[in-house]
């Protein structure tokens, strides 16, 4: 299977080709605003442009969109308005959304985000961190928590009116915390904020956050497992599933649904971790 990946050098494209890449089941091509050393095909190009990456969707089967314009986030993300990183990432979702129908791609997956149901969080945080009973399933409506959230439902709607329209499957992967290969384990958000020297081990803050992290994170080898399960799978026309893995209290809950549906089977949970990494 030919596979293209945007935004293919950044911590979920790394994720993927670290664990998938010696798969002889896929071939794939990274394409990406810069250039960086690989044994795969490359390109580099701009998402925003839509002739610079048309190109590289011919001969493709699929398509794993990943890339994200910097600046989308931030602390101004909950403003009504949109600032021009953000309008420039659903320009990005759109041309590759239009490339893939164009050139006949069989699927999409689409690296949506927890985002999209975030208000779930923000409105019961941190005892959605704690109590299990707090949860966003599969039939969760869209309640985005930023104007980063909103980008990711558009983008999912998006694949929707392709997937209905244009007969392309669509898998929307409601991604909860992948982290660099440092920090891929539930303390890896604490751990690197007492590198960064915003708290020390055992504090609060350190302990919300490893609260939060084993609810939230998947790990590296469970996320390139998902794309994979969605990269073989022949039945779903469209849908979504939450990127965690087999934790325990997870609060983003459709783990039944993906295991049905596509296959997905996690082998990490985060409550096995006692401690980081010595």
């Not at 250039?35 to 190009?45: F, G, L």
């Not at 069989?106 to 941190?126: C, K, W």
């Not at 599969?138 to 104007?147: C, K, L, Y």
């Not at 893995?245 to 296959?263: V, Y």
Request: aromatic share 8%; charged share 30%.
């Amino acid at each position: 299977m030919d596979v293209l990946i945007t935004g293919a050098h950044g911590t979920v494209g790394t994720a993927i080709t670290d664990h998938l890449g010696d798969d002889d089941r896929y071939n794939f091509t990274l394409l990406d605003v810069d250039d960086a050393p690989s044994p795969h095909e490359t390109a580099v190009a701009d998402v925003r442009a839509y002739d610079e990456i048309r190109p590289h969707f011919e001969g493709q089967d699929a398509v794993v969109h990943l890339a994200l314009i910097p600046g989308t986030g931030g602390p101004d993300s909950r403003a009504l308005g949109w600032n021009e990183p953000q309008a420039d990432n659903l320009e990005g979702i759109h041309n590759v959304t239009e490339a893939a129908v164009d050139a006949g791609l069989d699927s999409i997956v689409f690296a949506s985000s927890n985002h999209a149901v975030g208000m779930v969080e923000g409105r019961n945080a941190p005892d959605v961190y704690h109590d299990r009973g707090i949860v966003a399933g599969h039939d969760e409506p869209h309640r985005p928590d930023s104007r980063y959230g909103l980008t990711k439902s558009y983008g999912e709607d998006l694949g929707r009116l392709a997937a209905e329209a244009h007969e392309i499957s669509f898998y929307g992967l409601r991604l909860g915390a992948i982290r660099d290969p440092a920090y891929d384990h539930p303390y890896g958000d604490a751990e690197r904020g007492v590198d960064e020297g915003r708290w020390e081990r055992g504090s609060d803050a350190y302990e919300e956050q490893v609260a939060r992290m084993k609810g939230l994170w998947q790990s590296r080898r469970d996320l390139a497992h998902m794309v994979a399960c969605c990269l073989d799978d022949e039945s779903v026309e469209w849908d979504h599933f939450y990127g965690v893995s087999g934790n325990e209290r997870r609060w983003l809950d459709d783990l039944e649904h993906a295991r049905e549906t596509i296959g997905y089977e996690p082998q990490d949970d985060g409550e096995q971790w006692d401690g980081p990494p010595a």
